[in-house]
T-cell receptor, first 116, second 113 residues
């Protein structure tokens, strides 16, 4: 079974500053994928970034980067130069990739508030 | 534009009534999923379907039922057996077994009074 832990219920950051959202995971599968989703107040889940367990480099997508530390089983999301529109819930998720069929397991989320 | 449509956005029902939430996708995705979201609980998997006419229970399937008669459609019925049905329900789809991306709908907020 997989488990995702997000220990920060809420985070505050000022506009234009960088912020790190924490995510740790637990799995016995050797091959897995890690994901971050953003959920604004409208409710839709927006895919941000993906990291494969065998990827050599940390994933980056524009202002988003994933700080992947495999030995520590952590996959923290770093948002650089925060914008007011970044205020939302952020979910970390993972999915085994080795065999059979698997589904995404989500953490409980972190609410990010960006202030002017 | 391709995507997932969930309807309605808000739904109110009396206690003891069954209610069906609609989920339609035009992405030609094989797999579809239903998640439930409660405050502070994240997303929990209710049911998922890999192909037409086949579906599997997720972590919290009790009190729910689904059907997958068409590739495009995966409706969720919240039955009177569900003890606490008030929640936000999200439908998602993905291309197949190893695809890593899920596409989500905009959700249905169900309130049972």
């Amino acid at each position: 079974a997989q488990k995702i832990t997000q220990t920060q219920p809420g985070m505050f950051v000022q506009e234009k500053e960088a912020v790190t959202l924490d995510c740790t995971y637990d799995t016995s599968d050797p091959s897995y994928g890690l994901f971050w989703y953003k959920q604004p107040s409208s409710g839709e889940m927006i895919f941000l970034i993906y990291q494969g367990s065998y990827d050599q480099q940390n994933a980056t997508e524009g202002r988003y980067s994933l700080n992947f530390q495999k030995a520590r089983k952590s996959a923290n999301l770093v948002i650089s130069a925060s914008q007011l529109g970044d205020s939302a819930m952020y979910f970390c998720a993972m999915r085994p990739m080795n065999s059979g069929y698997s589904t995404l397991t989500f953490g409980k989320g972190t609410m990010l508030l960006v202030s002017p | 534009d391709g995507g997932i449509t969930q309807s309605p956005k808000y739904l109110f029902r009396k206690e003891g009534q069954n209610v069906t939430l609609s989920c339609e996708q035009n992405l030609n995705h094989d797999a579809m999923y239903w998640y439930r979201q409660d405050p502070g609980q994240g997303l929990r998997l209710i049911y998922y379907s890999q192909i037409v006419n086949d579906f599997q229970k997720g972590d919290i399937a009790e009190g729910y039922s689904v059907s997958r008669e068409k590739k495009e459609s995966f409706p969720l019925t919240v039955t009177s057996a569900q003890k606490n049905p008030t929640a936000f329900y999200l439908c998602a789809s993905s291309e197949g077994q190893r695809s890593y991306g899920y596409t989500f709908g905009s959700g249905t907020r169900l309130t049972v009074v």
